[in-house]
């Protein structure tokens, strides 16, 4: 049986960069939300509803990384030439964060306000390049005979700006439902406040980049609109519409967990909603997936030990989450 391996090494990317984005948004979320709590003891409650788990979320990034090497070397090559900058200050971010996580619990206490702005500024960072990376990677790149042919600052656009701030409210939405899901009394009344004002900017970035992406690329706007496209593709902001409204519900209602898995649902509808506009390209907006395909010999090796490794990452994470399920309060700690 012959199996088009282009397509499930798609699928396994994907799905990597999909568990890195809700498992790391929260987790970047919460550093976003930090200038909005003053409280020492809820900056350090917020911290450690994650610190137990949060380095094990980037296993993801690194999986989607190593994908795409292994089986898009072309598109490997050419995406990290034409967008290294944001993506090493994505990285930068990162770094600074981590660190700044690790120090604040071992800092004397009048230095741990400085980890606290490191923290802040690592996240926002990290969260507002992937966003950068993500809208220039969706404008396209330029290529001549297989090799970038743009110019060095060819990521910064009014587009791609507009998807950073976006991913940043995107995370800072799943931040604070985590912790209305993680918390209690005082800190878990904060973030109710904070979620219903972050949901109309969640609005406003999905509503932003649905009309931008097809007025500024008729490709997308023929794959959204013609028919009979648009009678199964509609499907998608009608879901998102409908977990907007479940998610609003929820809030009013005082559930803990409910509006974290709306929170999820619709980041992942807006990343399925990206995947079918650039689909099948790899490259956008010329380069397929077949087209920058490893040789099949290569895909079957790295899919063998790939498809082994993903269920030992599914399987400690799972049960890290598990040991750790439940609220986090005043005086809990793992450092």
Not at 186 to 211: C, D, F, N, Y
Request: glycine fraction near 8%.
């Amino acid at each position: 049986m012959d199996f088009d391996l282009p397509m499930i090494w798609l699928l396994v990317i994907l799905f990597a960069i999909a568990m890195y984005v809700i498992m790391d948004g929260f987790d970047l979320g919460i550093g976003i939300l930090f200038p909005f709590v003053k409280d020492k003891h809820d900056r350090d409650v917020m911290m450690n509803t994650v610190a137990p788990v949060w380095d094990g979320n980037e296993t993801w990034l690194v999986l989607g990384g190593a994908g795409l090497m292994a089986a898009f070397p072309l598109a490997y090559a050419v995406v990290l030439s034409a967008l290294y900058q944001p993506i090493i200050l994505m990285l930068l971010g990162l770094i600074f964060r981590g660190v700044a996580f690790e120090f604040r619990f071992k800092a004397p206490a009048h230095e741990q306000s400085l980890w606290d702005k490191a923290f802040i500024g690592g996240s926002i960072t990290a969260a507002f390049f992937q966003g950068v990376t993500l809208g220039a990677y969706i404008n396209g790149i330029a290529l001549n005979d297989n090799a970038f042919s743009g110019g060095t600052f060819d990521w910064i656009s009014p587009f791609s700006l507009f998807t950073g701030l976006g991913v940043m409210v995107a995370y800072a939405l799943l931040g604070s439902t985590w912790l209305i899901m993680k918390t209690e009394d005082k800190l878990q009344q904060r973030m109710l406040e904070l979620t219903r004002p972050l949901v109309g900017l969640v609005v406003i970035a999905l509503a932003g980049v649905s009309i931008w992406t097809p007025l500024a690329h008729p490709a997308i706007a023929e794959r959204w609109f013609s028919l009979p496209n648009f009678y199964f593709l509609s499907l998608v902001p009608i879901l998102v519409a409908i977990s907007l409204y479940s998610l609003m519900h929820e809030l009013r209602s005082g559930y803990d967990c409910q509006p974290f898995i709306s929170a999820l649902i619709i980041v992942l509808l807006g990343l399925l909603g990206l995947a079918i506009s650039i689909w099948p390209q790899i490259i956008p907006p010329h380069v397929t997936i077949w087209d920058a395909a490893a040789p099949p010999a290569s895909l079957k090796f790295a899919l063998v030990g790939t498809l082994a490794i993903i269920p030992v990452i599914l399987g400690y994470t799972i049960w890290s989450y598990r040991v750790f399920k439940g609220k986090v309060r005043h005086g809990d700690g793992y450092h």
